[in-house]
């Protein structure tokens, strides 16, 4: 007999009714492919992207995310991009499927992977604050994939970095090149440290110095600014900082940006012997819920290397 067979009536307890819905299965559909698989040996499946979640939510900046995020002690200016990444590309969202996400996501004119690491982190809250099942945040998250990027490779020969600091002129310029490449922190977290500095945050090591910034962005924190204690002299309140500007600025002047003054710090102190992790500890890369015992081991160990590392640097920039 060719065509389809309509069922007219199936008897389903009330129980398992109730947990199909809850799970967002689509009984019909369900029903057929199981049947399939027992009459034919077949092994399809539904797939989990038209898997509905249990309890459909609306992305927005709401107060309780913004108050888990400072719980988490995220920086207010990281604050302030993730609400506009959700404001602009997610709010109004309703996280009902996985399908629903791909199909929304495709239609972003955007090739940005922060709107998506934005929307990452608001399930990751939705998740910790029990609104949303760990299953359900899985499968959401599953389809929020991040694109990789092309890693950027070249790194600075030492002739380079004192070709392109031999050109800044203005002693304002030079503090900022110097606190870069001794450092190794990003532009960002310098730009926090001079435009909030404050004297008690600084504590001095004999020839050198570290500021204390516990700077949280995402996943990592930033604890401390490490430095030469004549560039630590010299160090004050910056009632204006521009990032980007300094960025361009850098790169008109003297032909390198501030990522390749990083890229330079990380491979010459790690070539002077510096242990990776504590050259990644300078640089801003440790864990955003690094235990405190941990902690006070990388303090120790950064402090003791850092005079090796400041030295190898010295050797390249003249202060």
């Known amino acids: 007999m060719q065509g389809e067979t309509k069922i007219t009536s199936v008897r389903i307890s009330i129980d398992l009714l109730e947990k199909a819905n809850q799970q967002g299965l689509n009984l019909s559909k369900w029903m057929n492919v199981k049947l399939d698989e027992f009459l034919n040996g077949k092994l399809t499946t539904i797939s989990n992207n038209e898997r509905k979640i249990t309890r459909e939510l609306v992305v927005k900046m709401s107060d309780g995310f913004k108050a888990w995020l400072i719980s988490n002690r995220n920086d207010k200016n990281y604050i302030k991009s993730l609400e506009m990444y959700l404001t602009k590309y997610f709010n109004g969202l309703i996280l009902s499927s996985p ?59 030492d002739e380079k970095i004192n070709e392109a600091y031999e050109k800044l002129t203005n002693d304002k310029d030079k503090l900022l090149f110097q606190i870069l490449a001794f450092s190794g922190v990003r532009i960002t977290e310098m730009s926090k440290m001079l435009l909030e500095y404050d004297p008690q945050n600084l504590t001095r090591k004999g020839s050198y110095a570290r500021y204390s910034l516990n700077f949280n962005r995402g996943q990592k924190r930033s604890f401390y600014v490490y430095m030469p204690i004549e560039v630590a002299d010299k160090v ?3 009632y204006k900082v521009d990032a980007k500007a300094i960025t361009k600025l850098f790169g008109i002047k003297t032909g390198l940006t501030p ?18 992790s504590v050259a990644d500890f300078y640089e801003g890369r440790s864990p955003a819920t690094v235990g405190s015992s941990n902690y006070l081991a990388k303090t120790q160990q950064a402090d003791h290397w850092y005079g090796t590392a400041m030295e190898t640097l010295k050797d390249v920039i003249l202060i």
């Open 99 to 157: 399908q629903n996400i791909i199909e929304y996501t495709s239609k972003m004119k955007t090739t940005s992977k922060y709107p998506i690491l934005a929307l990452r982190l608001y399930i990751k809250y939705l998740e910790e604050t029990r609104q949303l099942s760990s299953e359900d945040a899985t499968h959401l998250k599953k389809v929020l994939k991040v694109k990789k990027s092309k890693p950027d490779t070249y790194v600075p020969t």
């Open 259 to 276: 990522k390749y003054f990083r890229k330079w710090f990380y491979n010459k102190v790690i070539m002077a012997g510096v242990p990776e």
């Open 236 to 238: 004050r309140r910056f």
